[in-house]
């Protein structure tokens, strides 16, 4: 099927729902004062025309009648078109409501790959183009195509019979060639659009990369460069705006020829009529007031074409985001995963993310209920890669991973991440309060609790040196916090959830020494006789541990306690030492 009538197909299911009799009942609704609307501004005319027939038979008396069946006629077609465009409203509203929902919806369902090789800018501008684009179609569509298909076709007999058949050929004529006209030159005007979006959609990119890369354009100096790119890309985007606003001008000019050249033609025929008695001045007038009447509407036929010719491409987009399917999903029938002890098992688990280079390489290890497991290597060792396996963000290539004896791909992934507490290395906030972004961790939990939570992660004095408090806004991505301040409303909307194993990846590196030894001792107590995995880059924080995995070029490369990897004098003993050193140095 045509990518076009598909996504045409997909708009009428919600347009049409199947099992939603109300819904039904609008659209029909909405069409009927439509077409009665219609009927209306038709009679405009017609009670225009015994206006002028009265006028130049009996000038004397005044035609109260007729005057008022005109102004009742204007009143009746207004009223009808309102009801319309409420009702139509109505429609669109809900089906913009659940479109934008089931997009939401299946953006949070698709995976971590998805969103990493996608960038936000370009999707949101996606989005954002489909909703306006669902008010376009459904705007011009009953504002402007289907209202003058009713009234050609109305005409095309009112003339045929009243008229002159000549007059009604004309205006079919006149009507295909400024259809015709307007569709070609609309097409040529798309591909500029196109262009224009696609420029849109860069600019878009580059000014959101930007902005969130803020300190980053500081540290360097770099604003007049990105400056710089914005305008390449802006440049551009005006130079082909002008070139769409020639065509705009050269489609106007084409409908306005063509629409003058056959007016002129159904008036002649008219007046000849006219002439010799066969219709009266008050026809001619009629016949005039349709015309203009009619083409009101489709002055702007080459605007709504393109409107919705390009609302489909959005659409369509948009349909080609809900048919991207996720490569992590539960199988079907797929049971909660039931929490036992904790036991978390690596058996034979390789890795990559899609390129040559492994990231895991037949990696095994069992972390027993209860353990504080660390793992230790160099950047790039694979060591957050662990957790993101854990979560099921990813599924490994090769090997299994178990929770409990159960294997992860046989459960529901939300019931995985239901008992799983992380902690992140870099903590991304909402553009929301201080107690919002804490109370992530248990949306329904009670103010006391998001306190507590708070008091655990040493954010007390902070959150009391703030005039706001709990309500204080964080800012995009958390700017206005530090990153010592963001990784404890971290680790306080961690604790809120109350997870059964814990995941701390760097959870505490932003912080001072003082306030890291207390938030170790506070994490300590509460994930006491909890499974919990540490990934640490400080050796110094996971000394007490009761195994520790090196990591080296995606293998375990040793593993023990603090005191057995020393004695052994390999890996660890060697980054150690080498942490002891730099420590060192500093002081």
């Known amino acids: 099927m045509n990518p076009k009538t598909l996504t045409l197909k997909k708009l009428g299911g919600y347009l049409w729902p199947k099992n939603m009799a109300k819904a039904k009942a609008y659209v029909i609704a909405a069409l009927s004062f439509l077409l009665i609307g219609r009927m209306f501004v038709l009679c405009g005319p017609i009670t225009f025309k015994y206006l002028i027939d009265h006028l130049e038979k009996t000038p004397a008396i005044f035609p109260a009648t007729i005057l008022i069946a005109f102004v009742v006629v204007r009143i009746l077609a207004q009223t009808f078109n309102e009801l319309r465009d409420y009702t139509f409203n109505i429609v669109t509203q809900r089906v913009f409501r659940e479109i934008s929902v089931t997009v939401f919806n299946h953006l949070h369902s698709l995976s971590l790959k998805f969103h990493l090789n996608r960038q936000t800018g370009g999707l949101s501008r996606i989005i954002e183009r489909a909703t306006k684009s669902l008010e376009a179609i459904s705007h011009?569509?009953?504002?402007?195509?289907?209202?003058?298909?009713?009234?050609?076709?109305?005409?095309?007999?009112l003339l045929w019979i009243w008229y002159s058949p000549w007059c009604s050929i004309i205006m079919m004529a006149t009507m295909i060639t400024y259809v015709v006209f307007t569709i070609n030159v609309s097409t040529r005007r798309l591909k500029i659009v196109k262009e224009m979006n696609a420029y849109d959609n860069t600019a878009q990119t580059r000014a959101i990369d930007s902005l969130l890369n803020f300190e980053?354009?500081?540290?360097?100096?770099?604003?007049?460069?990105?400056?710089?790119?914005?305008?390449?890309i802006q440049a551009i985007y005006e130079k082909t705006s002008r070139k769409l606003r020639g065509s705009l001008n050269f489609l106007n000019a084409g409908q306005a020829i063509i629409f003058s050249i056959g007016l002129g033609g159904m008036l002649a025929f008219a007046i000849k009529r006219a002439a010799i008695g066969a219709i009266t001045p008050g026809d001619v007038a009629a016949l005039f007031a349709f015309s203009l009447q009619l083409v009101m509407p489709l002055f702007n036929l080459g605007f709504a074409y393109r409107e919705i010719k390009q609302g489909i491409v959005n659409l369509g987009e948009m349909f080609e985001l809900l048919n991207e399917e996720s490569d992590i999903k539960d199988i079907p029938n797929?049971?909660?995963l039931v929490y036992k002890t904790g036991k978390v098992v690596f058996e034979n688990v390789c890795f990559n993310y899609g390129t040559d280079r492994q990231i895991l390489k037949d990696i095994s290890f069992e972390i027993q209920p209860g353990e504080t497991a660390a793992f230790v290597g160099?950047?790039?060792?694979?060591?957050?890669?662990?957790?993101?396996?854990?979560?099921?963000?990813?599924d490994p290539c090769n090997g299994k991973i178990l929770i409990d004896g159960q294997d992860i791909k046989t459960v529901t992934q939300n019931s995985i991440r239901e008992i799983l507490g992380m902690v992140p290395q870099d903590t991304v906030l909402f553009n929301d309060t201080l107690g919002y972004n804490i109370a992530y961790g248990a949306p329904q939990a009670t103010f006391d609790k998001i306190q507590k939570a708070a008091h655990s992660a040493e954010l007390d004095n902070f959150i009391l040196s703030l005039p706001e408090g709990f309500d204080t806004k964080v800012g995009e991505r958390g700017l206005k916090l530090s990153g010592g301040e963001k990784q404890r409303v971290a680790i306080a909307r961690m604790l809120l959830k109350k997870p059964k194993i814990f995941i701390f990846d760097e959870a505490t590196s932003a912080l001072d020494s003082t306030t890291e030894k207390r938030i170790q001792e506070s994490l300590q107590k509460i994930s006491k006789h909890q499974t919990t995995i540490i990934i640490a880059h400080r050796l110094s924080t996971i000394v007490d541990a009761n195994i520790i995995f090196v990591l080296d070029q995606g293998v375990i490369a040793e593993?023990?306690?603090?005191?057995?990897l020393l004695q052994r004098n390999e890996l660890y003993a060697k980054l150690w030492n080498q942490q002891i050193n730099e420590e060192l140095i500093t002081l």
Request: aromatic share 14%; hydrophobic share 45%.
């Open 140 to 157: 011009f569509l009953m504002m402007t195509i289907l209202p003058s298909i009713i009234e050609t076709i109305f005409l095309s007999v």
């Open 216 to 232: 980053t354009v500081k540290y360097f100096g770099n604003e007049q460069f990105e400056v710089k790119r914005f305008d390449d």
């Open 334 to 336: 797929a049971k909660p």
């Open 378 to 394: 160099a950047t790039g060792a694979g060591k957050s890669t662990l957790s993101r396996l854990l979560f099921r963000f990813y």
């Open 559 to 564: 593993s023990g306690t603090h005191l057995e």
